[in-house]
């Protein structure tokens, strides 16, 4: 059984960087399919954030691409999320999902990230 | 960059009765890449149909989904007291790379 697990802090101060680190279990991220990040804000709906290969190429979501990094780990079996100049309007839950055939099907519970001072 | 629009926004049905959810996608999209999900309160949205028409594993049969082109739709054939959650389509394309969701349908029980 594929198992996601999204880990960070959950308050992030304006202009900073949020990371956040997914962790997969029963699945090696060696193996194939992308892998992502999905955000929701509270009370409104999904946005994809990026995916990544394990071989490290990416894509972005073109409205937030200048501020975010993916990237993959395979010696530890995780990937990662930078978004850099937070504002308020990062404020959301943060997902990670593999990636089947263009499609999330495995989801980690969510790890809600909020930015305020 | 495809638009998805769902609709209704919100769906008052009663269990036992026959849902269908629509997605419009403002430009032609792949059926393969075609997938709904449902979300509850406090959880990570579900995979309930890939492909356009295919049930993801663990689905029930009363989940069924149709359509092609712009146009897809998700029926529930009889609601279970269950199945009262937000609706999402969502879209792969490929030129550039871009996972689109649609904003939701809130299915609420009348």
């Known amino acids: 059984q594929v198992q996601l697990q999204e880990s960070g802090p959950g308050l992030v101060k304006p202009s900073e960087t949020l990371s956040l680190i997914c962790a997969v279990s029963g699945y090696s991220i060696s193996s194939g399919y992308y892998w992502g990040w999905i955000r929701q804000p509270p009370g409104k709906g999904l946005e994809w954030i990026g995916s990544i290969y394990h071989s490290g190429s990416t894509y972005y979501n073109p409205s937030l691409k200048s501020r975010v990094t993916i990237s993959v780990d395979t010696s530890k079996n995780q990937f990662s999320l930078k978004l850099s100049s937070v504002t308020a309007a990062d404020t959301a839950v943060y997902y990670c999902?593999?990636?089947?055939?263009?499609?999330?099907?495995?989801w980690g519970q969510g790890t809600l990230v909020t930015v305020s001072s | 960059e495809i638009v998805l629009t769902q609709s209704p926004g919100t769906l008052s049905l009663s269990p036992g009765e026959r849902a269908t959810l629509s997605c419009r996608a403002s430009?032609?999209?792949?059926?393969?890449?075609l997938a709904w999900y449902q979300q509850k309160p406090g959880q990570a949205p579900r995979l309930l149909i890939y492909?356009?028409?295919s049930r993801a594993t663990g689905i029930p049969d009363r989940f069924s989904g149709s359509g092609s082109g712009t146009d897809f739709t998700l029926t529930i054939s009889r609601l279970e007291p269950e199945d009262f959650a937000v609706y999402y389509c969502q879209q792969y394309g490929s030129s550039p790379p871009m996972y689109t969701f649609g904003q939701g349908t809130k299915l609420e029980i009348k």
């Open positions: 999902a593999r990636v089947y055939g263009g499609n999330p099907d495995y």
């Open positions: 492909g356009a028409s």
């Open positions: 430009q032609s999209v792949s059926r393969t890449y």
